[in-house]
């Protein structure tokens, strides 16, 4: 490390480095289509990561529903809404309208949006292409965008939706990709008809095909496997091109789960193909490459019958883990299971998983349950099997958790957890500092592949808005380099089939942009 | 090597693209006598934000000289939080590759970073070591009126110094500030108001010309014996600057009486 004094024999050093010939640099080459932040040196390593919660402490506020009604709370966005660089956080519970929480440097500042009114969910993505984000809001009220405008949002309407009985069917989440690939965003829309007799008529879900200016075209000539519970849709990758799975609630009596891929505006059911004709009753899901064969995995969050992990396998099927290598993810009999996210918490290179219990309560179900659950972070081992270790990191806690997501809020390479509470305001697991593990960030456009090589090694993951249950961020992947600091290359391929390619070796510990990713990217 | 060394000191500013395409970008043409030798686009995006206005630069800088040992090539892309000091390089000089970063804390202490030759070196510098990142020489709205005040101590009789902490580098470099007053630029064919400065680390003079609202229309000095020169483009300057009054005077329609 230089000294101060060093530093006054810079301008000679300097100009020696610059003028050095070296095979084996590992700046970063200006090279277009790519831009970096800074390095984020550590320091001072901790031995391990540690959380500390500060959610309430630094402002972060809940719902004033004492009843916590089921799926009516806890929704969770986070973003850079003002442009300032740091991370801001939309919530939504029942009986009030979104608050925005928006960082200030020290502490979150909030501020209640004219609307829209206790929606059930939220999903990001730019649907009028205008370089910033948006908030696509689903729910029992008039679904709606919020459209960036790079201080806060302006409300605008979703087309008219085919529900017959609004009171009784509603849009539970939305799915944001392009599915038909025309450069403009559209909308799956997951129909929930809540207690009502399922039919075909009043089930199914539809389509938003976007132009590119916020405007949609209703389609409801979707496949008759998509008139079900429907609960979440995963933004995926199978067979090499863009998918959709769809997470159905109650599927023993209305249809398990569904993956689809389209071709132009056809939609087509590929479940039967993928092997993934699963029925439970399950609420979320996410995917990351947890097996390391460069497909993706998915996570599935359910109530009562435990979690699923679709590991993928050479053909292109998907096999349920779960059982097998410990991520069942449920504490106790009769609990939920609700937001769930795969996260590198610890910068091993594995990815771990930070799991969401809640209970099902709902004010209008005799049959339901109301008890604490813990918030279970399920570490990978070196097994390939995972185990539980937030209790001793800081998340030892218990409530009625909804959703989950990770993001480094604090800037130090280490992701920070934030759970939402549908009683209690989120929780906001800050890590207490840095570790000796590399690490790298890349944001990328929406829905792309992402791919780093490390030691020899390929790996990767995909720049989705989607996290789980009732989570959404903006699209940054997180990758950690476990004792390694140099990454060997970075591809990026986009739902298009725009590619950038970096091969030269570059210094980890920093976030890297490609593209043009929507929002306030250098 | 000497060569070098200020031929990189010239290369504060840097460039780029956002997908903001309602932020005007900035394009300067650099020569080398009279022959055109690259480009810089400079690109500040301002961001009104609950704490204020932030300022984000974005920038990139490309161009190949003639040296007796063969053709130099250079290229720069920079990314800025201007006023703040905070910023990042990605420079690639005939195929050598190194990356510059400084990072300002709070109490205004510097955290300067180098990447190079596979290695990375940090070190901390308090404040009062550095008086401006060369990132700032483009933006004249908050550094015109410093280097004014940082000149105008001549008068006391002291000779001004400025140090400038190198994005091209990393290299702090420090020499006398004078102040050259209002002079007169061409670009294109426009006649530009601007106010000149010299300011010349280790002997070689580096002048920087700025309008009064503080766009930085261009920029030179001496290298190798040659005068190394960067001006705005004529597209650019009509873009920021108020259009002349010939140039909107087929609009003015007489106010009837």
Partial sequence: MLT????????????????????????????????????????????AVAYEERGAALGLLGGPDPDGEHQQGGAIAVLDIDGDQDLDILTSFRFQNTVIHRWNGESFDTEMLDAPYEPWNMSLGDVNNDGMLDVLVSGMREPMVLLGNGTDFDGMSLPDFPIPDPNTSIAQSFGVIDLDLDGALDVYAVVNTGGA?????????????????????????LPSTTARRGFDAVITEWRGQ?????????????????????????????????GTAVAHSGMGGDIADWNED???????????????????????????????????????????????????????????????????????????????????????TEDDIFEEVGGPLGLATTGSYRSALAQDFNNDGVPDLLVSDVLAPPHLYLSKGCTKNGWLQV?????????????????????????????????????????????????????????????????????????????FWD | MRFLAALLCLVFLSIGTVHASETPTNRYTLRLGDKEVGERTVTIRQLETPTGTLRLLQGWTSFAIPLPAG????????????????????????GNAREIQAHRAPDGAWQVTIISGGALKSWALPASAIDLASTDFVDGE??????????????????????????????????????????????????????????????????????????????????????????????????TLAPRIEDVSGDIEEEAL
Avoid at chain 1, 200 to 214: K, L, P, Q, R, Y
Avoid at chain 1, 251 to 264: I, K, P, R, S
């Fill in chain 1, 242 to 274: 863009q998918a959709l799975y769809l997470v159905n609630d109650m599927g023993a009596e209305f249809g398990g789960d569904v993956l689809m891929v389209a071709d132009g505006r056809d939609i087509i059911d590929v479940t039967d193909e993928a």
């Fill in chain 1, 197 to 221: 007799a399922p039919t075909d008529e009043d089930m199914a879900d539809f389509m938003m095909w976007g132009d590119g200016t916020g405007s949609f075209e209703v389609d409801t000539s």
């Fill in chain 2, 142 to 239: 908050q550094t015109l009126w410093k280097l004014e005040a940082l000149a105008a101590t001549a008068e006391d009789g002291s000779t001004p110094i400025l140090k400038v902490l190198a994005a091209e580098t990393g290299a702090i470099l420090e020499g006398p500030l004078k102040d050259l007053g209002i002079d007169e630029l061409e670009v294109g064919d426009r006649t530009v108001a601007a106010h000149g400065f010299t300011w010349s680390p280790e002997g070689q003079a580096t002048t920087l010309w700025y309008t009064a609202e503080g766009l930085l229309v261009g920029w030179s000095s001496q290298v190798g014996g040659q005068r190394l020169e960067g001006l705005i483009d004529a597209a650019s300057i009509s873009q």
């Fill in chain 1, 443 to 519: 944001v990328a456009p929406i829905n792309s592949r992402v791919e780093i090589d490390v030691d020899g090694k390929t790996k990767v993951d995909w720049s989705t808005t989607h996290s789980g249950y009732a989570a959404t961020h903006e699209p940054i992947v997180h990758f950690g380099l476990g004792e390694h600091e140099i990454v060997d290359a970075l591809r990026v391929t986009d739902p298009y089939g725009n590619s950038w390619e970096y091969e030269h070796p570059f210094q980890g510990r920093r976030r890297v942009i490609v593209g043009s990713p929507a929002g």
């Fill in chain 2, 71 to 94: 053709k130099f090539q250079y290229r720069q892309r920079i990314a800025a939080r201007l006023g703040e000091g905070n910023f990042t390089a990605a420079i690639d000089d005939n």
């Fill in chain 1, 4 to 47: 101060s004094r060093d530093a006054l024999l810079m301008p000679l050093a300097a100009t020696l480095l610059a003028c050095k010939t070296s095979t084996d640099d590992t700046a970063i080459v200006p090279t277009e289509g790519f831009s970096h932040q800074p390095v984020s040196t550590c320091e001072s390593p901790l031995d």
């Fill in chain 1, 294 to 380: 460069g497909r993706a995995d998915i996570y599935i969050t359910t109530s009562i019958t435990g979690h699923v992990l679709w590991s993928s396998q050479d053909d292109d099927t998907y096999f349920d883990e779960a059982t097998s290598v410990g991520a069942l993810g449920i504490a106790k009999e009769n609990g939920m299971g609700w937001g769930a996210a795969f996260v590198d918490y610890d910068n091993d290179g594995d990815q771990d998983i930070i799991d969401a219990q809640g209970d099902q309560w709902g004010q209008n179900d005799p049959d339901s349950f109301r008890f604490d659950q813990p918030i279970w972070l399920l570490e990978q």
